[in-house]
Structures are given as structure tokens and as C-alpha cells.
């Protein structure tokens, strides 16, 4: 599929699922900025610089590795995934010798995957992650990888969706391999910020994928789940592309939120 039938804003779903309700007139307290825009900040909004933060440490004898021909599996309990507009693949190798406990790594709230692809959004995760990884060693020689996906916000409005020259199978997922090699956790204030209101949501965690493909479908109807996650990249995007989230947009996210606990 071309990449100008895939490459259509997500915003235009986000308003199709966020209908506006009758509402009064907004107070000059709903419109103060409370969380302020990062847009032009390293790595956010219309920047092409690498974002703001410090490299994502991982326990000794842990590495990341490229897996370009290995597909993915859409089997769910190798997401990890409190918002979904796309997947990376994290691949891990454990160096240490066989029959050595296995090595959880940590994967902060704020982790930002950086694209490779000029024209590919950015992204960032909004919660914490376990990942098991066991120090197994293939039958003649080599390591066994361990591959897990791991959701991300979108954090550049302007650019493409990372997901959208995908083929075959994988047009079917908003998975994007292949494209982040380097991992950084997020130090740009006004992200941390809305990250901190995000993070603990237990109910937000992502048990069914979403079809790219099915999306752009003029039939197309939003599933009920997938409506607090375009609040919640709506909000995102008004930090890190315009001017900020206001009393208003945090009260009424706060409000949303309290369903997922």
C-alpha cells in the first residue's frame, strides 16, 4: 500500500471519537496553560534534533540487537502497551552463561524511541516495564533473542506514521521494526509532566491490536477501548506540537482517566 493512503493523519480519527459535547463557555481559568507546550524542544514537535534525556541503561550482559528478517508476532502477551499508535520491536540478548538466573531490565516511564527515518514520528511510552530476559544458548552455538513490543505515543504531528510502508501481514498492525535503534529516556519537562499523570493507569494496558488499514475504511468505527488512547495522543500532541494542555484539557483527562484505575 502507498504510502499517501496510509500516511493520513490519525488526528482525523481522534476527532471522529472525541466528539464535542454542548459545553460553557471556557473561564479564563480553563484556558491557563498548566502544562506547558515542548514543541521545538530536541526530538519534539517539528524538531529534527535527537530529544532531550539520557541513554536507556541496561544490567551488564544485556544488549540490543537488530532482528531484520525476524516478523512480527502478534501473539499479545509480547506487547507491552499503555498507548498504541504504533509498536517498536526491543530485541534483547542475555551474555550471561546458561543456567544463570534470568535478567529483568526496567523500562522506564518516558522512554523514547528515536527514528531512524527522517519522516517517522518519534515516540514515547508512558509506563513502566519488566522485561525477562533468560540467558538461553541456541543448539550449536549463538544466543537466543528475546523480542517484545513495546507501545508509543506519537510525538512529532507533522511527520508520517512509522507504520505506514509496512507489507504483507504486518500492514494489518501498527508495528514499525526496524526503524529505532537508539533509546532514550525523556528529561523535556512538559512531557515528564503529563507522563506523571498518565502513568498507574493499570486499565489502560493494551489487550487486542488495532488494524492500520481498517482505520482509513469510511465504514471504519472506533472500538470503545481505543477512545482513551486518541484523548490520550491528543494530549501529547498538545505538548509537544502546540501550545500546551490547559486547566480544561488536564480536568477533563483526569476525569477520563479515573475509569482506568
Known sequence: MKKFILSIPLSMLILFSCGKKEEELPTQEDNRIVIPSSNGNPGLGKSDEEPLGTALGLPSGIRLVNRPNHRFDPDIRKLYAHTNFFYVDLNFVNDRMPGSPPVTVELPPGLIGVSTIHDKQNG???????????????????????TVYIGMACINKGRSMPWY????????????????????????????????????????????????????????????????????????????????????????LKLQLENFK
Open 165 to 252: 510502508d509496512n507489507s504483507g501481514d504486518e500492514m494489518r498492525y501498527p508495528i514499525s521494526r526496524n526503524n529505532y535503534e537508539k533509546f532514550m529516556v525523556t528529561s523535556d519537562p512538559g512531557l515528564l509532566k503529563l507522563i506523571d499523570m498518565l502513568k498507574g493507569h493499570s486499565g489502560l494496558k493494551v489487550t487486542e491490536h488495532w488494524d492500520p488499514v481498517a482505520a482509513h475504511e469510511e465504514d471504519y468505527v472506533i472500538p470503545e477501548w481505543m477512545k482513551i488512547h486518541n484523548l490520550i495522543q491528543e494530549n501529547i500532541w498538545k505538548v509537544t506540537d502546540e501550545y500546551g494542555m490547559t486547566a480544561k484539557d488536564v480536568r477533563e
Open 124 to 146: 514515547v511510552s508512558t509506563e513502566k516495564y519488566l522485561i525477562v530476559v533468560p540467558p538461553t544458548e541456541r543448539f550449536g552455538g549463538g544466543r537466543d533473542t528475546t
